[in-house]
Structures are given as structure tokens and as C-alpha cells.
């Protein structure tokens, strides 16, 4: 069965510190992999997606940055913390049809 | 670009009662897909129930229902038989079937008490 794991679950960073969170799936190939962010009492925001390796698509500009250096991984990543970049971050990847994203567990980011 | 309204921020009911959440969405396309999903405290995100535009057969889910209006672009969620752990936000989402990489756009969520 398909599993999707994203580390750390929390993480508390300082302001102008770089950043690193993975997410990686087990149990499928070739995925498409998203990055959303879900801002206290606010629903969830598209950060980046993915359809392959090396291929990534930004839908708002960000103080953030993605990567795929692999087929199943997807790291979300920032040379420098804002304390807007505060939030939980959510891994998610897409099932073949019928559609449906299945979402990691999360990530609490809180930049002080 | 499409929109997805939920104009519920809370809603309340007691227990064994049922509910329902409301949600409304603008497009210009046919075929899409459209999703509630729930999130409990943990915050972990968990599918609900899904519904193809292109079936006119509302989707059910156990105690989960919608009620999928394609014209009036509405899509509710009636939980029957309302339980403790029931109590969460509740996201409803939109997609269109174009192939990989759409993304899901989501409604900003109803919060759901569960009352004794």
C-alpha cells in the first residue's frame, strides 16, 4: 500500500536561518507531489507541484523554494526564514484516477 | 481561475442529530472533481468522500452524503448520525480533470462542534 511520510512534524527556527522539509512516498511511482501551507484558522494554500523528477511549478512567488531530486521525494526549502513563513506545512500526493490527494501528517513551522 | 465558497465558518449539532455544510464553486469547466475533506485536531488531512462532475449519482460514504447540484455549482455534505469524532474542519475542495499536476483548490473550512 501507498504511504506518504513528511519529517519534522514540528520545528521551531529561527528568523534569517536556511530551512529543509521532506516528504517522501512509498508504494507508487511517478507521483505528483504538492507543497500546500495552511496559515492559523485559514484554509490551505498551493505552494509548488510537481509531475517528475527535476520538474517543479510554482504557483505564488515565496520565500521558498522546492526540489525532486528523486522520484518519490519532495523537499520544500529556504535559504532564509521570514517570520511570515510561519505556518503548517502540508506534503500531499495525487492518486491515479479516480483523483483524490492523500496528505502527510504535517509540519508545524513556527520562525521566531 | 476557479473559486471555492464555504460560507459556513462554524456550525454546531448534537449528537446522533444530522448536519449539513455548505459549499458552492464557480467554473467554467465540465469535468472536474470535487472532495470534502476532514481535519481533526491532529490537523492530519483525511480524504471524506469524492464526487465526479460527469456522474449525476450523489456520492456516499457510510454516513457521509453530498448533494451534488452541477447547475447551481453547489456541493453539501449531510453526516448522519453525527458522532464525537466528528467534530473537525471541514474542507471542501474542487479539481478539474485535465490530467496530472492540477491542483486542488480549497475553501477556507467549516469548523464542525459535536455537542452532547
Known amino acids: 500500500s501507498q504511504t506518504i511520510h513528511q519529517w519534522p512534524a514540528t520545528l521551531v527556527q529561527p528568523v534569517g536561518s536556511p530551512l529543509s522539509l521532506e516528504c517522501t512516498v512509498e508504494g507508487t511511482s511517478n507521483p505528483n507531489l504538492y507543497w500546500y501551507r495552511q496559515a492559523a484558522g485559514r484554509g490551505l494554500q498551493l505552494l509548488f507541484y510537481?509531475?517528475?523528477?527535476?520538474?517543479i511549478s510554482s504557483e505564488v512567488p515565496q520565500n521558498l523554494s522546492a526540489s525532486r531530486p528523486q522520484d518519490r521525494q519532495f523537499i520544500l526549502s529556504s535559504k532564509k526564514l521570514l517570520l511570515s513563513d510561519s505556518g503548517f506545512y502540508l506534503c500531499?500526493?495525487?492518486?491515479?484516477?479516480?483523483?483524490?490527494?492523500?496528505f502527510g501528517s504535517g509540519t508545524r513551522l513556527t520562525v521566531v | 481561475a476557479q473559486t471555492v465558497t464555504q460560507s459556513q465558518p462554524e456550525m454546531s449539532v448534537q449528537e446522533a442529530e444530522t448536519v449539513t455544510l455548505s459549499c458552492t464553486y464557480d467554473?467554467?469547466?465540465?469535468?472536474?472533481?470535487l472532495f470534502w475533506y476532514k481535519q481533526p485536531p491532529s490537523r492530519q488531512m483525511i480524504l471524506v468522500i469524492r464526487q465526479e462532475a460527469y456522474k449525476q449519482q450523489n456520492a456516499t460514504e457510510n454516513r457521509f452524503s453530498v448533494n451534488f447540484q452541477k447547475a447551481a455549482k453547489s456541493f453539501s455534505l449531510k453526516i448522519s448520525d453525527s458522532q464525537l469524532g466528528d467534530a473537525a474542519m471541514y474542507f471542501c475542495?474542487?479539481?478539474?480533470?485535465?490530467?496530472?499536476?492540477?491542483?486542488?483548490?480549497f475553501g477556507t473550512g467549516t469548523q464542525l462542534k459535536v455537542e452532547l
Open positions: 467554473t467554467s469547466e465540465s469535468d472536474y472533481y
Open positions: 510537481s509531475v517528475g523528477i527535476g520538474q
Open positions: 500531499a500526493w495525487e492518486a491515479d484516477r479516480p483523483y483524490g490527494y492523500t
Open positions: 475542495a474542487y479539481r478539474r480533470n485535465t490530467g496530472g499536476g492540477n491542483k486542488l483548490t
